[in-house]
C-alpha cells in the first residue's frame, strides 16, 4: 500500500500507488515503469506496519552480488494459533516485484503448519514455468518461501 510520490519537470507533483508503479514489458520491455521523462521520485509514503512479525528473506549467488535470486518480504500475524493476517512480497522471479494476494488471502484461518505452507507454495507456483537457464528459480522459491513463513510464524 505504499505511494510513490515524484515531481515532473514542470513542478506538478503525482502520486502512483506501488502497484501501479511497475509495468510488464509487453512490446516495450526498455520501460519498466510509469514515470513521465524528466520525472523524479522525491520520496514514498508508507502506511503503517501492519500487526505481525516482519522479515525479509534474499537468496542469492554470493554475498558479493547485490541482486536477489529469489527474495520474500512478509508480514504474518498469528492470532489464537491461526494465520490472522498475510502479506507477502517477491522478488528476483519476473520483472517486477510480485505479490499473489489470493495466496495470502488462502493463508489466512490456517493454522501455521508445514501443509500449509506448502499449499502455499503450490498454490504460487502452480503455473510457474522457467526458461531453461532459470528453472531452478522454482524448487527454490518453494524452500525460500517454506523457510520465510516458518520464521514469521515461530514462537517467541
Known sequence: EAV?????PDGDRRRIAIGEFYRLPGTTPEIENVLEPGE????VELPPAPKGRQTYRKVRDRASYA????SVAGIVAVEDGKIASARLAFGGLG??????????AALVGQAPTDAAFHAAADA???????HGSND?????????LIATLRELTQEG
Open 136 to 144: 531452478f528459480k522454482i524448487p527454490l522459491t518453494r524452500r525460500t
Open 124 to 130: 504460487l507456483l502452480a503455473e510457474a514455468r522457467g
Open 40 to 43: 523524479l521520485i522525491t520520496h
Open 4 to 8: 510513490i510520490v515524484t515531481q515532473k
Open 67 to 70: 541482486f536477489a535470486l529469489v
Open 95 to 104: 520483472p517486477m516485484p510480485w505479490r499473489d494476494e489470493a495466496v495470502e
